[in-house]
C-alpha cells in the first residue's frame, strides 16, 4: 500500500476547468502505474485516465479524451488531472490509484492504493 492524498477539487460552470493533485508515493515495478477514477452519485466507479511506466505511456476514457490530460511529476511524486471543457456529466467524486503493474487500459482490477477522494461539480 501507498499512502495517496488528492487534491484541487471544486465547484465550476460548464466549460471551465480544474487541475486535480495527487500527492503520492509509488510503486516500483516495470510497469506500476498511477490512475484517477471517478464516482458519481448512485453510479459505479469508473476510470478516468491512467499513466504507465516505464514511459509514461497515458490511456484515457472516451468520455475524456481531449479534455482531461493526466501527468506525473516524478521528482515531486504529483500525480495531476488537468481537466478542460468541463461538463455537468463530469460531476462525481475523484480518486487518485496507484498500482504496481498495470495493464495498457484504464482497469480498475490493477490498482491497490487508492486516495480519499476530491469531490468536482459542474454546473451547467
Known amino acids: 500500500q501507498v499512502q495517496l492524498v488528492e487534491s484541487g477539487g471544486g465547484s465550476v460552470e460548464a466549460g471551465g476547468s480544474l487541475k486535480l493533485s495527487c500527492a503520492a508515493a509509488t510503486y516500483t515495478g516495470s510497469r506500476a502505474c498511477m490512475g484517477w477514477f471517478r464516482q458519481a452519485p448512485g453510479k459505479e466507479r469508473e476510470g478516468v485516465a491512467s499513466i504507465v511506466a516505464p514511459y509514461g505511456t497515458t490511456y484515457y476514457a472516451d468520455s475524456v479524451k481531449g479534455r482531461f490530460t493526466i501527468s506525473q511529476d516524478t521528482a515531486k511524486n504529483v500525480l495531476y488531472l488537468q481537466m478542460n471543457n468541463l461538463k455537468p456529466e463530469d460531476t462525481a467524486m475523484y480518486y487518485c490509484?496507484?498500482?504496481?503493474?498495470?495493464?495498457?487500459?484504464?482497469?480498475?482490477?490493477?490498482?491497490?492504493?487508492w486516495g480519499q477522494g476530491t469531490q468536482v461539480a459542474v454546473s451547467s
Open positions: 490509484a496507484a498500482g504496481p503493474s498495470c495493464r495498457p487500459v484504464v482497469f480498475e482490477g490493477d490498482f491497490r492504493s
